[in-house]
């Protein structure tokens, strides 16, 4: 997988001289469960699907000015294989949010991504409400 950094540089008067950096790396991890199995475990995919983490963007980071992207890969295949791990992993969450496990029973976490919640609720929706939902969103 290739590796996508989010820089925000962002000003603050009390440490390293007035410049804050942060950095949030995308990447693929592997872990064995117990030392002696054979097999190791995405990180990942076992965080998200055990409702630990999530795959939603961070809002603040998307619409500040200072965030730069950096791709280490610009090859085809390296970008469609993140494209396919990302889209695996959105299905993991999914799961973790339709059937409650982890951070998603908490209420205040599921308030705060209220559009997750609504595209999982439009997803598992019978056939007659989806498709009334998509004439709301056309006409009104």
């Excluded at 699907?49 to 619409?63: C, I, K, P, V, Y």
Aim: proline share 1%; glycine share 4%.
């Amino acid at each position: 997988m290739t590796r996508k950094n989010e820089i925000s540089a962002s000003w603050d008067t009390e440490s390293n001289g007035g410049l804050e950096l942060e950095q949030v790396a995308i990447c693929k991890m592997y872990f064995r469960q117990q030392p002696n199995h054979w097999f190791r475990t995405d990180l990942g995919m076992h965080l998200v699907r055990n409702g630990l983490a999530t795959t939603s963007n961070n809002d603040d980071m998307a619409e500040d000015a200072n965030v730069v992207h950096v791709e280490t890969s610009s090859k085809v295949r390296h970008l469609h294989q993140d494209v396919r791990y990302m889209e695996e992993l959105q299905r993991l969450e999914y799961q973790a949010v339709q059937e409650s496990k982890g951070m998603w029973s908490f209420e205040w976490i599921r308030k705060r991504h209220k559009d997750l919640l609504t595209e999982v609720e439009i997803r598992n929706a019978p056939l007659y409400q989806r498709v009334w939902q998509w004439i709301r969103e056309r006409i009104f």
